[in-house]
């Protein structure tokens, strides 16, 4: 079964530093998303991505973070300067088409910032 | 605004009983709906889902209800099994948002042998 791939599954960073994460959606998806799950609470939407353009984003995707296809299989999410309440599991998502086309999540990438 | 959100943060059942997960959403924009379940350390899977022009939808062990008149969802699990003890969220997709999903805040099943 086709899967969304995430890496790194943990990273550390300190704070202020610059964190990229990558993601490879499944390969005939045409829409790109992250979310972001603080520990004990719902998952929230942050970004979604269609030919190669930002669709819609959410309040807390600010100019911290930007969002990137550099090649025909990766989306990755860079978050520029990162704060301690950037602490969250970040989930890549692709769909072939909108919401109800195949839409399936990664196993995220737990980001720490110290 | 939007909003999706479970009335029971936890629920416990034993092995073989039937479970009923609630959700309620105040959007009446959304159109389209998804049930998803969540193991530590794991993105959320995809279980079931439900277009707005329907008000039942079955799968293998699993149907899920919608009342577009309340505003509410349900997810029902028939003969729940210890691999089924998870997180379960709902989740909204509203007309022309560019599938963004708005979720809900989940409900802990835990099911005791």
């Known amino acids: 079964e086709p899967e969304v791939t995430q890496t790194p599954s943990h990273q550390v960073t300190q704070m202020g530093q610059e964190v990229i994460l990558r993601c490879v959606p499944i390969?005939?998806?045409?829409?790109f998303y992250w979310y972001r799950q603080i520990l004990g609470q719902k998952v929230e939407f942050l970004v979604s991505?269609?030919?190669?353009?930002?669709?819609?984003k959410s309040e807390i995707f600010d100019d911290q973070f930007s969002v990137e296809r550099p090649d025909g299989s990766n989306f990755t999410l860079k978050i520029r300067s990162t704060k301690l309440e950037d602490s969250a599991m970040y989930f890549c998502?692709?769909?072939?088409?909108?919401?109800?086309?195949?839409?399936?999540f990664g196993s995220g990438t737990r980001l720490t910032v110290v | 605004g939007e909003s999706v959100g479970l009335h029971l943060p936890t629920l416990s059942v034993q092995e073989g009983d039937n479970s009923i997960i609630n959700c309620a959403y105040s959007?009446?924009?959304?159109?389209?709906f998804i049930w998803y379940k969540q193991e530590s350390g794991k993105g959320p899977q995809f279980i079931i889902d439900i277009r707005s022009n329907m008000d039942k939808r079955q799968g293998q062990r699993v149907t899920v209800l919608l009342n577009k008149t309340v505003k509410h969802l349900s997810l029902q699990i028939a003969a729940t099994q210890p691999g089924d003890s998870a997180v379960y969220f709902c989740?909204?997709?509203?007309?022309?948002?560019?599938?963004?999903?708005?979720f809900g805040q989940g409900t802990i099943l835990t099911v005791h042998p």
């Open positions: 959007n009446s924009a959304s159109d389209y």
């Open positions: 991505f269609y030919n190669n353009e930002i669709s819609e």
């Open positions: 989740a909204e997709n509203v007309i022309g948002s560019y599938g963004k999903l708005t």
């Open positions: 998502a692709s769909s072939g088409g909108l919401a109800n086309y195949g839409y399936t």
């Open positions: 390969s005939n998806h045409l829409y």
